[in-house]
């Protein structure tokens, strides 16, 4: 089993900035793919970022050059730092990480609770 722990959502001006980290917790597993993704008030979620293990990133059009994902693959923990926030970004933003378990090789697909951002105008 996996866990994913997100903090550092809250409530900031537009223009502002925030530092969202997810850190996966457990044994037995190997993770690839770790992002982001966001759903505001009555829409669908949508995807803000994703990282492979090697590094390589893809953003939403919306937040390209604003949002930055990284991550340490040591630690299992994905950053998002997001910047120039804009009130459209409010949502709940969701982590999430794809891998494989390291005794049967199945693929594993796990999800955050979420943490709540809101930018104010």
């Known amino acids: 089993q996996v866990q994913l722990v997100e903090s550092g959502g809250g409530l900031v001006q537009a223009g502002g900035s925030l530092r969202l980290s997810c850190a996966a917790s457990?044994?037995?597993?190997?993770?690839?793919?770790m992002g982001w993704y966001r759903q505001a008030p009555g829409k669908q979620r949508e995807l803000v970022a994703t990282?492979?293990?090697?590094?390589?990133?893809n953003y939403a059009d919306s937040v390209k050059g604003r949002f930055s994902i990284s991550r340490d693959n040591a630690k299992n923990t994905v950053y998002l730092q997001m910047n120039n926030l804009k009130p459209e970004d409010t949502g709940d933003y969701y982590c999430?990480?794809?891998?494989?378990?390291?005794?049967?090789?199945?693929?594993?697909?796990?999800w955050g609770q979420g943490t709540q951002v809101t930018v104010s105008s």
């Open positions: 999430t990480c794809e891998g494989r378990r390291l005794v049967t090789w199945s693929q594993i697909n796990y």
């Open positions: 457990g044994t037995g597993f190997s993770i690839n793919n």
């Open positions: 990282i492979t293990s090697g590094g390589r990133t």
